[in-house]
């Protein structure tokens, strides 16, 4: 493997390297108290000078309690690796750049391509976007090899996973070199083919547009579904839940750019029911309606306690989210281990769902693929030719 030619070259260098952060949001202050806390110095730049100051105040409070819980020794120490920056040219002693901002891909193109201008011939110019392509940004750069995905997952200081996704302009070396360098930060780096969603937001469509079908067609309600994946299935949150939790501004823009992106692939189709919530700006907890109401006082819908029924929901969403995991695979958009490992360290679910697919038995899987399928004759529900060839030759994936 050649080795890159960028900044991060070797030890030494690593724990000296400036890394600069663009966008001062929930992501990128998370991603700079990682860098800091991994020995680097950091410099946040942002657009807007009250995102910026508000961010140097939330480093400094979220530091002075770590130091209160004794997680670290000195918030002080730490602060003084931050620099915080309303211009660019700050940049020029950077080794590696973060980009953080609003996610949208002509806005960030832009801003690479200006950001290539001040920073050095060596310094590595990564986006931790959700669903864009990093192939994209990369053909903004004059040195697009320089150009690399690292996807956080949120809050970066507590989420282990790092989504590491080569352009296909990427200089090969680098990725290694990416991997290792989030490995030192602490993280559990993964490798993802630079396509739709990557792993993480792509594998887990189903656990929300599926949950939304069985609601849309007056199966279960809100609450049953939720119930049913929580208690049955062991996930930590319903799909309801978390898609208030996550906020419908995000979650439903993530369903229909990934969709659009897939060339309208019905596997994807976002719901009219999450739609309409964003149209009324009922965006989930953060406006206190979604699709339940967190007004104080106001009561949460109780669950249908039906067994069997919850075991239907649970076993149609699973099923989905496995013949996903499943596709990726086929379409080598990671290896085995790193989509168990991006499923439960980027979204904490209960178990990897390949190796859910040994326990339950691929075709005990396809089983359930097919007669959905059979019943809807709808594309949606097709099962991925691997889950059908491993069915046939009893193969398992872990
Ligand atoms: N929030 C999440 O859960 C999450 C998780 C993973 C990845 N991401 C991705 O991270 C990125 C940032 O998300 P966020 O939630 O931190 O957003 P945010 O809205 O909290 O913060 C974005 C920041 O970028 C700044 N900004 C916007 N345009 C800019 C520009 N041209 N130059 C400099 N600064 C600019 C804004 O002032 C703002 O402070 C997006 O690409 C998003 O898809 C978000």
């Given at each position: ?13 690593i ?9 001062s ?13 991994a ?26 309690k ?9 918030a002080?120490e ?25 996610e ?14 001040a920073v ?36 970066p200081?507590?989420?282990?996973l ?22 030192k ?17 792509r594998?887990?469509?189903?656990f929300?547009?599926e949950a ?11 609450a ?5 994946m929580?208690?049955?299935?062991g ?30 692939d ?14 009324a ?7 206190g ?40 695979l086929h ?50 529900y ?17």
């Amino acid at each position: 493997m050649r080795l890159s030619a960028f900044a991060v070259k070797n030890s030494k260098h690593i724990q000296q390297m400036t890394v600069g952060i663009i966008g001062s949001g929930a992501m990128g202050t998370g991603i700079a108290q990682v860098a800091a806390m991994a020995g680097h110095p950091v410099v946040i730049y942002d657009s807007n000078e009250a995102a910026l100051a508000r961010a140097q105040k939330n480093l400094s409070g979220t530091l002075q309690k770590l130091q209160e819980k004794g997680k670290i020794t000195s918030a002080d120490e730490l602060m003084a690796r931050f620099s915080f920056a309303n211009n660019i040219v700050q940049f020029s002693n950077c080794g590696l750049i973060i980009e953080a901002i609003v996610e949208n891909l002509e806005v960030k193109k832009a801003v690479f391509a200006e950001v290539e201008l001040a920073v050095s011939a060596d310094c590595i110019l990564a986006s931790n976007t959700s669903s864009l392509s990093i192939t994209s940004i990369a053909a903004a750069c004059k040195k697009p090899e320089r150009v690399v995905g690292l996807h956080f997952f949120n809050p970066p200081p507590l989420m282990a996973l790092v989504e590491v996704i080569p352009a296909i302009q990427t200089e090969v070396g680098l990725v290694t070199q990416c991997k290792d360098l989030m490995s030192k930060w602490g993280k559990m780096p993964v490798i993802a083919k630079d396509t739709p969603g990557f792993i993480v937001n792509r594998i887990a469509r189903p656990f929300y547009g599926e949950a939304l079908r069985i609601y849309e067609e007056g199966i279960a309600d809100m609450a049953t579904i939720d119930w049913a994946m929580t208690t049955i299935g062991g996930f930590k949150m319903g799909p309801f839940a978390l898609m208030d939790y996550i906020g419908h501004d995000v979650n439903y823009v993530v369903t229909e750019t990934v969709f659009q992106s897939f060339f309208f692939d019905p596997r994807y189709k976002p719901s009219f029911s999450q739609k309409r919530l964003l149209e009324a700006c009922w965006l989930g907890r953060k406006t206190g309606r979604g699709f339940y109401n967190y007004a104080e006082g106001a009561a949460m819908p109780e669950p249908t306690r039906d067994e069997q029924l919850a075991k239907t929901i649970f076993d149609r969403i699973l099923a989905m989210l496995i013949n996903e995991a499943v596709d990726a695979l086929h379409l080598n958009v990671a290896s085995a281990a790193d989509i168990e490992t991006a499923m439960t360290r980027g979204v904490n679910y209960p178990k990897g769902l390949l190796a859910w697919c040994d326990e339950w038995g691929a075709a005990n899987c396809l089983e359930k693929l097919d007669a959905l399928y059979n019943e809807y004759h709808e594309d949606r529900y097709r099962a991925s030719s691997l889950l059908r060839k491993s069915a046939i030759a009893n193969k398992k994936f872990v």
